[in-house]
């Protein structure tokens, strides 16, 4: 299993993070990503990914935090150049339910972060709420380059999730679709090509059933795995090696 997000540099993670690696490596975890929402998140990343060989990192800035720093695109680039541990750009993209960043930087932000992850040829992690248009329209506008979209923590719908397949993009199911409330999401994540979906903790937020109300870590992944086992009527050593396949070629395929 690949937990392909979670913020191990968020506490009670980092405090925790070697014994968290070992439950995650005891419960079948392979590779970890942990994923960048601020400058100094990063430089708690770059930490975090020496600590053992299944961690990898990404840079970028959360839509949430746009308000406070940006980066341009030449910083993105050569701050993942930088570490060959950091395979990814983001997280990044849109945010207009808090809306804690004006909508102008917002999109300004998540182009830069696009333009660089294109550049560098790496996948750019995208988390968009309440703004599925535009998230769409923007991605779309790259659709001839050789752009690499994962939806984080895909709550989208399944009208979005059409168009995005068409931009060959890769879609990560959360703990979420373990909820009794998700019927919805759960009948979009069986309509997405099971070659297109990764899965994810984004612990220590939502736990999966039946671990809610605990702080998330990457070990709950199984948990996710299974659900989409049901969900797609595959059998889970299956679901598990076609989603770590997803992840491999996603993330390790063809990257400067």
Same mark, same amino acid.
């Given at each position: 299993? #690949?937990?392909?997000?979670?913020?191990?540099?968020?506490?009670? /993670?980092?405090?925790?993070?070697?014994?968290?690696?070992?439950?995650?490596?005891?419960? =079948?975890?392979?590779?970890?990503?942990?994923?960048?929402?601020?400058?100094?998140?990063?430089?708690?990343?770059?930490?975090?990914?020496?600590?053992?060989?299944? #961690?990898?990192?990404?840079? =970028?800035?959360?839509?949430?935090?746009?308000?406070?720093?940006?980066?341009?695109?030449?910083? +993105?680039?050569?701050?993942?150049?930088?570490?060959?541990?950091?395979? =990814?750009?983001?997280?990044? =993209?849109?945010?207009?339910?808090?809306?804690?960043?004006?909508?102008?930087?917002?999109?300004?932000?998540?182009?830069?972060?696009?333009?660089?992850?294109?550049?560098?040829?790496?996948? #750019?992690?995208?988390?968009?709420?309440?703004?599925?248009? @535009?998230?769409?329209?923007?991605?779309?506008?790259?659709?001839?380059?050789?752009?690499? +979209?994962?939806?984080?923590?895909?709550?989208?719908?399944?009208?979005?999730?059409?168009? /995005?397949?068409?931009?060959?993009?890769?879609?990560?199911?959360?703990?979420?679709?373990?909820?009794?409330?998700? +019927?919805?999401?759960?009948?979009?994540?069986?309509?997405?090509?099971?070659?297109?979906? /990764?899965?994810?903790? @984004?612990?220590?937020?939502?736990?999966?059933?039946?671990?809610?109300?605990?702080?998330?870590?990457?070990?709950?992944?199984?948990?996710? !795995?299974?659900? /989409?086992?049901?969900?797609?009527?595959?059998?889970?050593? !299956?679901?598990?090696?076609?989603?770590?396949?997803?992840?491999?070629? !996603?993330?390790?395929?063809?990257?400067?």
């Amino acid at each position: 299993m #690949i937990d392909s997000h979670c913020h191990l540099d968020i506490e009670p /993670l980092f405090s925790n993070v070697e014994d968290i690696i070992k439950r995650s490596k005891i419960s =079948g975890v392979e590779k970890i990503l942990t994923i960048c929402t601020t400058k100094k998140s990063f430089e708690t990343i770059l930490k975090i990914v020496q600590i053992d060989p299944i #961690i990898f990192g990404t840079y =970028g800035i959360h839509p949430h935090e746009v308000k406070n720093e940006t980066y341009e695109k030449i910083e +993105i680039i050569n701050k993942v150049r930088s570490n060959n541990k950091i395979i =990814g750009v983001g997280e990044s =993209g849109l945010d207009f339910y808090y809306e804690n960043s004006e909508k102008k930087t917002q999109i300004s932000s998540f182009i830069n972060h696009i333009e660089s992850s294109i550049e560098l040829n790496i996948p #750019i992690i995208v988390h968009s709420r309440n703004a599925e248009e @535009d998230t769409f329209n923007i991605l779309n506008e790259f659709k001839n380059t050789n752009i690499k +979209i994962l939806m984080h923590c895909y709550t989208g719908s399944l009208n979005l999730a059409k168009k /995005l397949m068409k931009l060959n993009t890769f879609f990560s199911a959360s703990g979420i679709i373990t909820f009794k409330n998700s +019927i919805d999401l759960q009948e979009t994540f069986k309509q997405i090509d099971i070659n297109r979906i /990764l899965i994810e903790t @984004d612990s220590p937020f939502l736990a999966p059933v039946p671990m809610r109300g605990k702080k998330n870590e990457p070990s709950f992944i199984k948990y996710t !795995l299974n659900k /989409l086992s049901d969900i797609h009527k595959i059998d889970n050593e !299956l679901v598990d090696k076609i989603t770590s396949n997803n992840f491999n070629n !996603l993330f390790f395929s063809n990257a400067n």
